[in-house]
């Protein structure tokens, strides 16, 4: 069996789906590795560095393999490129992008979204959206320290003493998490709100505060773990407690997310008039509109004295040990599908069911299904529209957000960068920063 992986061409993409160090360690498994040359470069893979890692490199070498790996969903132009009958693997945003899932339908593709991996212990090692959200919490935290006029930590000084920095983190899933121990590693003092309760002594964990609000809720977890949707009156109380909390912070870093919806509504207008001049607020949920009304996607801006951070594609922005981490993911999912070297989809295995797309000219994923239409017949006038920037809010696999109290995509539970990481294991220290788990 062949693998091959393409240089990524979406704007702003940067990561790669194969690694050298992560090829090293499929070599013996039987299967060939091919990547395009240049594949690696912005995460700062020299084509030589794959080369001295057995892997094959040549400018028409990414869609050459029996499996093609990527990041970013495919363009028109790359699902061309495909053979029928080949496998996919990559971000494919199954519950947005149904112009590129019926293209993919469409040519005889097999594709398994990473996003629609399913939840469950065994497959922790290629939670693609844990391994990202990771990244993009961690550069919230380093996001909303250089933009804060103020320092973070406290200081005693010849001149008095400086106060920390109050923090508040609306979510406590990988994101969330690991938003919470940068801030903390950073000196801040962290405050952090979700409507799950379980998610106390996570946060806690981490040298954070609990942010409770009497939302009159006995619970707000449903019976998979996950937060559940909050009735409309909830959300609205939610809000205008939130507003309260939110006017005593220097910073807020919003991360709730819904898979295949727009991000729900945590931080109203008031909330941004009641902080001081010169906060912030950092919203990575902005990949699908953000938490903030008054966010505005890919763009910094400054209302009422308060800068509000909209920043899109964050995993992308670290790609060397983003990389790293999706590579293997990848890897772990690569290996599910192979059989003393050769290619051999077993789809009464519950992980490769889940998380493929589309099979035999059909697509075969109920959530996809519904939102192409529910009609996987040949469609001439689609087109793979799936270059958004978002490869890692896109989930197939249901969630919910930490915050909102709706599903949840881009932090579902924390995510190790070690694939020997424990199912289950929680943050223990700011330092050490949140480990694997899953909801």
């Known amino acids: 069996m062949k693998l091959s992986v393409p240089k990524e061409v979406a704007e702003g993409e940067r990561r790669v789906a194969l690694v050298p160090e992560v090829a090293k360690r499929l070599s013996p498994t ?26 094959s490199v040549s400018a028409d070498a990414g869609f050459s393999g029996d499996v093609v790996a990527k990041v970013a969903p495919p363009s028109a132009e790359e699902i061309g490129r495909m053979s029928k009958g080949g496998v996919l693997i990559g971000f494919l945003q ?64 010849a001149a008095g003493t400086v106060r920390p920095a109050q923090v508040l983190v609306l979510g406590a899933g990988v994101a969330g998490l690991q938003a919470i121990a940068t801030a903390r590693r950073l000196g801040a003092s962290v405050n952090a709100f979700d409507v799950r309760s379980a998610v106390k002594e996570q946060i806690e964990s981490l040298g954070a505060r609990f942010l409770e609000l009497d939302l009159g809720l006995e619970d707000g977890e449903d019976s998979g773990g996950y937060a559940r949707e909050l009735t409309d009156e909830e959300q609205q109380k939610q809000r205008e407690l939130l507003a309260d909390a939110i006017g005593g912070m220097d910073a807020v870093i919003s991360t709730a997310a819904i898979p295949g919806r727009p991000a729900p509504l945590l931080i109203i207008e008031d909330a941004i008039k009641q902080m001081k001049p010169g906060s912030v607020v950092v919203d990575i949920a902005a990949e699908t509109g953000g938490n903030c009304e008054l966010t505005e996607p890919g763009e910094t801006v400054i209302k009422h004295d308060v800068k509000i951070v909209g920043p899109l594609g964050l995993p992308s922005t670290m790609p060397d040990h983003a990389s790293a981490l999706y590579a293997r ?76 109290g709706e599903p949840q995509s881009q932090d579902a539970e924390p995510e190790a960068p070690e694939e020997s990481s424990e199912a289950g294991g929680e943050p223990q220290s700011q330092d050490a920063g949140p480990e694997a788990s899953r909801s």
Request: hydrophobic content about 40%; some cysteine; glycine content about 10%.
């Open 30 to 55: 039987g299967i060939e590795l091919a990547v395009e040359s240049g594949a690696g470069e912005a995460a700062h893979h020299p084509d030589s560095s794959y080369e001295e890692a057995g892997v």
């Open 94 to 157: 199954p519950l947005t992008a149904s112009d590129t899932v019926r293209a993919l339908a469409d040519a005889g593709v097999t594709s398994f979204a990473m996003e629609a991996i399913p939840r469950i212990a065994r497959a922790q090692s290629m939670d693609a959206l844990s391994s990202q959200a990771t990244v993009a919490g961690y550069r919230a935290g380093l996001i909303a320290a250089e933009e804060l006029p103020r320092f973070l930590p406290m200081l005693t000084t």
């Open 329 to 404: 993911n990848v890897s772990a999912l690569v290996e599910l599908m192979i059989d003393e070297g050769e290619l051999k989809l077993d789809f009464e295995d519950e992980v490769l069911a889940g998380a493929c797309i589309t099979r035999d000219g059909e697509i075969v994923n109920e959530g996809a299904k519904k939102a192409a239409g529910g009609s996987t017949e040949p469609d001439g006038s689609s087109e793979a529209g799936g270059e958004a920037k978002s490869q890692d809010a896109e989930p197939e696999a249901p969630g919910s957000s930490e915050a909102g």
